[in-house]
């Protein structure tokens, strides 16, 4: 875990840079871990412990440049403290490390696999998770667990993370109109939780159902009702 040695005086959240000012130079950085943020705003809607932060920079000293990974994860602090909500993540007034972060690798390399790989163990981020479509021998996704204050890689696709409580793992679907590999949350079983429009469409798909079996419903009643005034019962007034 980060110990701390910081100065007396520590600057607030609103007065540090809410990130590096770098633009990201591929959409895939803010769609990635996007599409994860808004799976679990619907499947944590009820639970206000947790942040999901997108390119936020995380300051773990007053003097040093934030960290700013493509997502990350905190559980444990407040979803929101103000309307104005978070500008930047500082481990100073949070007091916790964020459990997972993200790095969507791009056409740009930018040391994922080795200068942020010791940044977060160092700072002692439980999980660290480097996606690239690009790699072409090695897996496109790879989860890295922190043992002893050393990273060990994960096997298999999805990868379960119990002290989360979800599993995190790459496939092919749609999302943004956009059909490619994406990042998707999983559950114990390795089922992939649905993205927003998914669960629309699967509501939208059972409430159609339910009305065709209502439909039918009406429809029987109709044909008993018309067969039992054929026998000269009036089905209005059978005690």
């Known amino acids: 875990m980060l110990e701390y040695n910081l100065p007396r005086y520590l600057p607030s959240a609103e007065e540090l840079p809410d990130s590096d000012e770098t633009p990201v130079d591929n959409e895939l950085q803010e769609l990635i871990p996007g599409l994860l943020k808004a799976i679990l705003l619907i499947l944590w809607s009820e639970r206000m412990d947790w942040l999901f932060g997108i390119d936020m920079g995380i300051y773990y000293h007053p003097d040093k440049p934030a960290i700013v990974p493509d997502g990350f994860l905190s559980l444990g602090v407040e979803r929101f403290y103000d309307e104005e909500l978070r500008p930047s993540y500082v481990l100073?007034?949070?007091?916790?490390?964020?459990?997972?972060?993200?790095?969507?690798?791009?056409?740009?390399?930018?040391?994922?696999?080795?200068?942020?790989?010791?940044?977060?163990?160092?700072?002692?981020?439980?999980?660290?998770?480097?996606?690239?479509?690009?790699?072409?021998?090695?897996?496109?996704?790879?989860?890295?667990?922190?043992?002893?204050?050393?990273?060990?890689?994960?096997?298999?696709?999805?990868?379960?993370?119990?002290?989360?409580?979800?599993?995190?793992?790459?496939?092919?679907?749609?999302?943004?109109?956009?059909?490619?590999?994406?990042?998707?949350?999983?559950d114990e079983q390795g089922q992939r939780y649905l993205t927003p429009a998914e669960q629309i469409k699967q509501e939208a798909q059972r409430a159609q159902q339910e009305a065709q079996r209502a439909k039918v419903a009406e429809q029987r009643v109709q044909q008993l009702t018309e067969q039992l005034r054929a026998l000269g019962i009036d089905p209005d007034n059978l005690a």
């Open 92 to 186: 100073w007034d949070e007091n916790v490390v964020p459990i997972f972060v993200l790095e969507v690798v791009s056409q740009n390399y930018r040391k994922e696999y080795t200068t942020k790989l010791v940044e977060y163990e160092a700072l002692g981020v439980l999980y660290y998770v480097i996606y690239s479509s690009r790699r072409r021998r090695k897996p496109h996704l790879e989860v890295h667990k922190l043992v002893n204050g050393r990273y060990e890689l994960q096997e298999g696709n999805p990868v379960w993370l119990p002290e989360i409580g979800l599993g995190i793992g790459c496939e092919r679907g749609n999302y943004c109109g956009v059909t490619r590999e994406w990042l998707y949350w999983y």
